[in-house]
T-cell receptor, first 113, second 114 residues
Framework: AQSVTQPDIHITVSEGASLELRCNYS??????LFWYVQSPGQGLQLLLK??????LVQGIKGFEAEFKRSQSSFNLRKPSVHWSDAAEYFC???????????FGSGTRLLVRP | EPEVTQTPSHQVTQMGQEVILRCVPISNHLYFYWYRQILGQKVEFLVS????????KSEIFDDQFSVERPDGSNFTLKIRSTKLEDSAMYFC????????????FGPGTRLLVL
């Protein structure tokens, strides 16, 4: 069965520092991978997605993610974090059946001034 | 940019009462979903709806739940007799068919069952 693991529940970084959020997936075939962000009281906004091709994908707000098949990972990165990036970040894999998304448990990002 | 809308944003109800959560998906999308997020937990798939019928449902989606697209624009989730454990944020999403398509999420309805 498909599953997604985000091992870090909370991460705190200083503003201007780099960021990496970890995501590991379990999926039998070629995965379709997504990162969503949820600001407090808001819905889920898509940051980026990977389907095939270049394993480094660029998203909105300066985020990027790298697909590594050998490690079953799809880690999210940003070179310089802004205070407005404080939010909860969810990694998800798209499932064949009905194209539903299977989410990880999320990582809450706190940004120190 | 088109967006998914949901009403109400918050709902408080008594245990055993029926609630209907409403969603207006993006107009030319064909797949519709409900997900829920219990406070502090992950977002969980409840049900998908395509071509006027349920295409898949999770084990959470028992007989107390139903979905409907009554008028070609709204997409509703009904909980027949709410339980305390139904308290959660409920998200509606819509997309074109295809794994490569983006699912667009609404802002959610926070349901509190007392």
């Amino acid at each position: 069965a498909q599953s997604v693991t985000q091992p870090d529940i909370h991460i705190t970084v200083s503003e201007g520092a780099s960021l990496e959020l970890r995501c590991n997936y379990s999926y039998g075939a070629t995965p379709y991978l997504f990162w969503y962000v949820q600001s407090p009281g808001q819905g889920l906004q898509l940051l980026l997605k990977y389907f095939s091709g270049d394993t480094l994908v660029q998203g909105i707000k300066g985020f990027e993610a790298e697909f590594k098949r050998s490690q079953s990972s799809f880690n999210l990165r940003k070179p310089s974090v802004h205070w407005s990036d404080a939010a909860e970040y969810f990694c998800a894999v798209g499932a064949d059946s009905s194209y539903k998304l299977i989410f990880g448990s999320g990582t809450r990002l706190l940004v120190r001034p | 940019e088109p967006e998914v809308t949901q009403t109400p944003s918050h709902q408080v109800t008594q245990m055993g009462q029926e609630v209907i959560l409403r969603c207006v998906p993006i107009s030319n999308h064909l797949y519709f979903y409900w997900y829920r997020q219990i406070l502090g937990q992950k977002v969980e798939f409840l049900v998908s709806f395509y071509n006027n019928e349920i295409s898949e449902k999770s084990e959470i989606f028992d007989d107390q739940f139903s979905v409907e697209r009554p008028d070609g624009s709204n997409f509703t989730l009904k909980i027949r007799s709410t339980k305390l454990e139904d308290s959660a944020m409920y998200f509606c999403a819509s997309t074109f068919p295809g794994l490569q398509e983006t699912q667009y999420f609404g802002p959610g309805t926070r349901l509190l069952v007392l």
